[in-house]
């Protein structure tokens, strides 16, 4: 049987393998280590003990699955856990460890959503952690590197030169605070694109030599299947041009294409950075072009649109004979598969908002055309379209399937005033702001979904526990409870049904929506618990799914 120390030293031993490089080994030990954090964390749930030590083993593992793995899914996972930990450990060993995770963890989810709230968090926890560590920790290192990450996400997004500053100072204390022999190539990678944004920032020459010398040294310390070497290729193209249009150095221009086609070929089609790295080697092949005539060979609409990939359906088969059945499979409405569709005739639009929108969590599926969009309506919650995309005709189509079929949201990407031929549920200026973009699809789709029934905001008390749904509140015991969006989402489904069992698949359709691993309810069951103190309140019924207990013990 696995003990709570077990499933703790297969995470340590992934995060040693991590810091050596052995990126194989180290995603199948942290694969194994949330495993095992997970079902010992059951069997204490079910006894009715909650140990906090092994969220923070859970939460270390699933960054360290989303870091080499690519798994998105695990990295709000892992968001949640540590959170979670670090409410309730106490030890200052162990909170400083859990609060540099905690904020390593934060930095990537802002990357990935860009919420200024998040990267707020991830700066005020890497500053906690670093104040709880001892002088001669050798974890001071990473936090330090995080901490400059975070501090230059906080230039980008305000523009003040003092982050900027602060965080060059920073990630040279991480590197002087580094052993000799250490790899410390995360640490190289982020000083080397800070002094190629200080570079651009000041004109500064020598810090871009710096800054090719920081990037090179980290290319060659990471593995070549890591995914964050792409990454420092990219950057390091980057550096090359930028010292080419300020030198003029002929070398530097065709050292550039190289590293940004390395940098292509080593990023994921399905990344949310695809479309960027893509764009820099298409701004490098054309500056090429445009200096000394070299013809592009690729181009970042060339790799934009081969990856755009779309299930065949019946109207494309001239020999399929629709059936009159309604059970018929093609007569049915499939739940939807994604979150949005898109259609642009502007590819390169198309791939800036398909990333951006990835970034933010969301599924994204881009038409191939006006057609490929009203065939593919029932297959998204919410469809972005441009309002020069379609014909009369498709506009027809789309006017006449929603109002047989009334499901997705649509909003309109307008460069006037907003017309109603469409029946629109919202409307986007261009240029389009991604941000708004964002927030604009979040409310429409919450007017679309199906209204709470009534009675649903009343207080739901289960023991010394309280749930109101109307002001997102828990106590236990008159004290509040801080829980995350899904975290509440999935008690106050279970308490709207107490003693009933809903199945797992209820459970992530209901909250999720999207579709997840399995796991992530389990995450979020085990964070619920510890944060709750009531682990028996929540009860798992085998190979069915959870439901609250009527009674529970206090």
Known sequence: MTEPADAAALVDAALRHAETGDVGEALRLAEEGARHCLDVAERLGGAGRVE????????????????????????????????????????????AALLSELGGALLMWFRLGGDPATLTEAVDTLRGALAELPADSPQRTQVLSNLAAALS????????????????????????????????????????????????????????????????????????????????????????????????????????????????AGTAPDAPEYATVAAGL????????????????????????????QPPTAIDDPDHEPSTDPAAPENRTPAPAVDVLLGTADATLAAALAAGLARGGLTVQVAKSGADLCASLDSARTVVVDHTYLTPGEE???????????????????????????????????????????ARIRAVSRRSAPEAAAGNDRVLRFGDVELDPGRHEVRVGGRPVPLSRKEFALL???????????????????????????????????????????????????????????????
């Open 52 to 95: 906090p030590g092994l969220l923070a083993s859970l939460g270390i593992a699933l960054r360290l699955e989303y870091a080499y793995g690519g798994r998105l899914a695990n990295l709000e996972d892992a968001v949640e856990a540590l959170r979670a930990g670090a409410a309730v450990v106490t030890d200052r060993r162990r909170r």
């Open 153 to 264: 996400a906080a230039h980008e997004n305000s523009g003040a030169e003092a982050d900027l500053e602060e965080a060059l100072a920073v990630l040279r204390q991480a590197i002087d605070a580094a052993p000799a022999d250490a790899p410390n190539a995360e640490a190289l990678a982020n000083l080397g694109a800070l002094l190629l944004t200080w570079a651009s920032y000041r004109n500064d020459v020598a810090s871009t030599d710096e800054a090719i010398e920081a990037l090179t040294r980290a290319a060659a310390r990471m593995p070549a299947d890591r995914p964050q070497r792409a990454r420092v290729l990219a950057n390091l193209a980057a550096a090359h041009r930028l010292r080419h249009d300020r030198a003029g150095t002929t070398e530097d221009l065709d050292r550039a294409v190289v590293l940004a086609r390395e940098a292509l």
């Open 282 to 309: 298409d701004a490098v092949l054309r500056r090429r072009e445009e200096l000394f005539g070299h013809r592009p060979s690729e181009n970042a609409r060339d790799h934009t649109e081969a990856r755009v990939e």
């Open 396 to 438: 027809a189509t789309v006017r006449e399937r929603r109002d047989a079929h009334p499901g997705a949201a649509l909003i309109i990407l307008t460069s006037g005033l907003p017309d109603d031929r469409f029946g629109a549920d919202d409307y986007v200026a261009k240029p389009v702001d991604l941000g708004e973009l964002r």
């Open 492 to 554: 106050a489904l279970l308490a709207r049904r107490p003693g009933g069992v809903l199945t797992r698949e209820q459970l992530l359709a209901e909250v999720w929506g999207a579709p997840v691993g399995a796991r992530s309810l389990d995450v979020h069951v085990a964070t619920l618990r510890t944060k709750l103190g009531r682990p028996q309140l929540i009860q798992t019924v085998r190979g069915v799914g959870y439901r609250l207990a009527t009674d529970p013990p206090a």
